[in-house]
């Protein structure tokens, strides 16, 4: 049963801290979408990356986030520095062109 | 992205009847459609998808009908359950775009 894997689960860190979150796609998918969760603002697409190649992180504030795919079995977002108001659950997901995407069990992030 | 807030619209259904949860799209040029279920501390997970050349589709206890007159799409599910109790997100794409736009959740509480 194929699934994304996104490490870690939970994320308790204090403001200035750098965050990295890791996703690995589903093997042989050539997509893969970060979106960050909150109670305010729903889901929320931050970038994503076809065939490693970034095509859109026009959703990811650009001074402290980045978002990479070193290889295709791993796909990173980092947060340098965090601040409180990153707090929210972070989803990968991934999927074949731009239809069905499968999501991740999400990062919970806590910046205190 | 689009809103899951504090003010989600609710649906509240007794166990073993049928649930119909609706969306609107606002996109007359979108061409598929999915359903995802999002339970408490998980990822959206991939329920049924409709592309706009179909006007129903049928699967396990699970229905979607799209009437792209009135651009609206509902979610039928049969002898509803308490492990149904959950968010139901509609997202929309249509060829030639990226990504997929995610529609307001529904939240689903199923009463035993």
């Known amino acids: 049963d194929a699934r994304v894997t996104q490490t870690p689960r939970h994320k308790v860190t204090e403001m200035g801290q750098e965050v990295t979150m890791r996703c690995q796609p589903i093997l042989g998918h050539n997509t893969v979408f970060w979106y960050r969760q909150t109670m305010m603002q729903g889901l929320e697409l931050l970038a994503y990356f076809r065939n490693r190649a970034p095509l859109d992180d026009s959703g990811m504030p650009k001074d402290r986030f980045s978002a990479e795919m070193p290889d295709a079995t791993l796909a990173t977002l980092k947060i340098q520095p965090s601040e409180p108001r990153d707090s929210a659950v972070y989803f990968c997901?991934?999927?074949?062109?731009?239809?069905?995407?499968?999501f991740g069990p999400g990062t919970r992030l806590t910046v205190l | 992205g689009e809103s899951v807030g504090l003010h989600l619209p609710t649906l509240s259904v007794q166990e073993g009847d049928n649930s119909i949860i609706n969306c609107a799209y606002s996109?007359?040029?979108?061409?598929?459609f999915i359903w995802y279920k999002q339970e408490s501390g998980k990822g959206p997970q991939f329920i049924i998808d409709i592309r706009s050349n179909m006007d129903k589709r049928q699967g396990q206890r699970v229905t979607v009908l799209l009437n792209k007159t009135v651009k609206h799409l509902s979610l039928q599910i049969a002898a509803t359950q308490p492990g149904d109790s959950a968010v139901y997100f509609c997202a929309e794409n249509m060829t030639g775009r990226r990504a997929l736009t995610f529609g307001s959740g529904t939240r689903l509480q199923v009463q035993p």
């Open positions: 996109n007359s040029a979108s061409d598929y």
């Open positions: 997901a991934s999927g074949l062109l731009a239809d069905t995407q499968y």
